[in-house]
């Protein structure tokens, strides 16, 4: 499988290097049919992300009542 973006932009190499997470997603489970290795780390994955966007969202929404009470605005 070709993946133009990576390729343009980093030519491919050194080796396997430059590969990112759904290249290597995408490359486990169709590219060398390990399809339960690949569903695995999709999962661990998704829940990763997750968790960090609960984290930025938890110190945005933070931030957000912080400059609420600076400039006198009721939620």
């Known amino acids: 499988a070709e993946f ?3 390729q343009a932009l980093t030519q491919g190499g050194p080796g ?4 990112t997470i759904p290249v290597y997603l995408y490359l ?4 060398y049919i390990d399809l339960a290795k690949g569903f695995a780390m999709s999962y661990v994955t998704l ?3 997750l968790a ?3 984290v930025a969202v ?8 912080k400059l ?3 400039y006198g605005q009721q939620p």
């Open 68 to 70: 609420d009470e600076l």
């Open 58 to 65: 938890r110190i945005l929404m933070k931030e957000k009542r």
């Open 4 to 6: 133009p973006k990576n």
């Open 28 to 31: 486990t489970s169709w590219e």
């Open 47 to 49: 829940i990763l992300v």
């Open 52 to 54: 960090i966007v609960l």
């Open 16 to 19: 396997t290097s430059t590969e």
